[in-house]
């Protein structure tokens, strides 16, 4: 895993929360909104949570935000989110893994679906793509708040399986079970991440030429441009001086 990026650590580079503000920051209010409804309101005593107003202090989103998105997990009772898992091929066969929340599953695969037909994918059944992924957690640091050698003594320390560093962040991998308490150990230390959650790390990657490239990323760009789509994963290899000029942004 060492030195490899991959989309889900590329998109934070990209300066995307600030080209797309009112789209993350919905995003981001349904995660937090979830997450209260599903454990406790207090960040202290629920992990998911805590996650998601940490993403959204990242993301620059208001304090005021983040309050309406808990307290609308109280007054809208009745409003249920389906956490969804689609999985399909992408152009030059990518692999693709998307995760959504939605209240309507109908709409929200038909819009998945349109937009696989429109970049020439296919959106297929469970398990056609997931078996080239496996779910780790993922922590990613700023490179400039901890040295290269603190980071990986707490790593280590904390219980974690990999940790690998570039010129921009730290990434820290754990198992999918021991997530939250490795990065409970880790907050101790340092609290201000980039990312922090589960995410599916493709086990190998496919290299493309810089044009099949932006291709690719064009269209994982739309799949999450999608209000019903929190994240989207590829086995696209994306290196860290891949430049997004004339991309759909």
């Known amino acids: 895993m060492a030195g490899h990026s991959h989309w889900a650590g590329i998109k934070h580079k990209k300066g995307r929360a600030d080209k797309q503000r009112s789209k993350i920051f919905s995003k981001l209010s349904k995660e937090i909104t979830v997450a209260a409804k599903l454990g406790s309101k207090d960040p202290d005593m629920n992990p998911r949570l805590r996650s998601a107003i940490q993403a959204a202090r990242i993301a620059n989103m208001p304090k005021g935000n983040v309050e309406r998105a808990i307290n609308k997990s109280e007054i809208n009772k009745n409003l249920n989110y389906n956490g ?20 309507n599953k109908n709409r929200t695969a038909s819009n998945i679906r349109a937009i696989f037909q429109k970049f020439g994918g296919n959106l297929g059944e469970a398990g056609v793509a997931s078996h080239q992924f496996k779910q780790v957690g993922v922590i990613r640091i700023d490179r400039k708040k901890i040295s290269d050698n603190e980071i990986l003594e707490l790593a280590i320390n904390g219980g974690a399986e990999d940790c690998f560093s570039d010129e921009l962040y730290h990434q820290i991998i754990t198992v999918k079970d021991n997530f939250y308490k490795v990065k409970i150990k ?16 493709p086990m190998n990657k496919i290299v493309l030429d810089k ?39």
Do not use: R
């Open 186 to 201: 880790i907050e101790k230390k340092i609290q201000d991440f980039i990312s922090a959650g589960i995410e599916w790390l």
């Open 84 to 103: 969804l898992v689609y999985e399909g091929f992408g152009p030059e066969k990518i692999a693709i893994i998307i995760e959504a929340l939605t209240e």
């Open 211 to 249: 044009e099949k490239t932006k291709l690719i990323v064009n269209f994982l760009e739309t799949l999450e441009d999608d209000d019903d789509v929190q994240h989207v994963y590829a086995n696209l290899e994306i290196d860290n001086n891949f430049s997004d000029e004339g991309l759909k942004v």
